[in-house]
């Protein structure tokens, strides 16, 4: 391997995730992860270019997603940017820092890292298995696509794959299926009934809050993944629960959910787990849904 190793390390995962690139001028465009990944037909947006002399690839999404999202989606971090480990970025190349956006305001407020390092897994040790299936449907019940989640066993623990197929007249094919809510019948009933609704950041979590009697939705594909047509669903809803998992990319994710709908919904809340990350350890800790805690500064952001 030659010293380009950020480079290596970044084609590698996008031609993985994103299929091959194609090259232009000094860039290699790929489909951005976070917002074409969707399995439809997109004019690439996002590129990836090696700097030489400051031994860095720079990756951007020409649409404006965040790098650390992208990255994240890769299974990568900040780190794999740079052929050195240890580099650190140069003073003022983020940009946009001057002011924090709301989300981040929330994560300092509570004493959480704005960005998530996944610790290494280590090589697998067993095939993946299929863990899980999410069914999505139309608004009249009809299959629109489902969602399958795979656990590997890894030398550090398990690590976790979601992959899409959507509902096609001739049977299922891989892709993404539309802005389409999980649950989405059963939400738009709680919506003409006015009974309050949850949005999670999985499907793991709705079932969570199904299963305690609730209303319950999330979006394909986790945080990050989230998109406004999701939002025109809720449309008229009374009360909107979004539940923030307890991290950086769980609040940025409950920033923009309950800024899509509020505009649309009577009242957005944003709360989180009493205990552990998410609705599922705060169930497991023996809490009601009742007892989720407010976040500081986006509960309040958002309540009218
Ligand atoms: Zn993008």
Known sequence: ?????????????????????????????????????????????????????????????????????????????????????GARRGAGERSGATELALADRAILAAGLALSVHKPDPGPRIKPPRQAATYLYRHPDGRSAGCVIREVALHRQGYVKSFFQYRRTDSGWEPGGFGHLPFRLPELLEAVRAGHDIYVCEGEADVLTATDAGLTATCNAGGANAWHPDHARWFEGARRVWVVADRDAPGYRHAAKVARSLSDSVGEVRVVQARDGKDLTDHRAAGHAISDLDPVPVLDDHFRR
């Open 1 to 85: 391997m030659g010293t380009d190793r950020s480079w290596d390390t970044i084609t590698a995962a996008l031609d993985r995730v994103s299929g091959p690139g194609r090259r232009s001028g000094d860039w290699v465009r790929y489909l951005c992860p976070v917002h074409e990944g969707d399995g439809r037909r997109h004019h690439p947006s996002l590129g990836v270019v090696y700097n030489p002399s400051r031994q860095r690839t720079i990756v951007r999404c020409f649409a404006g997603c965040p790098d650390e999202e992208i990255l994240e989606r890769l299974g990568l971090g900040v780190r794999d940017l740079f052929d050195v480990p």
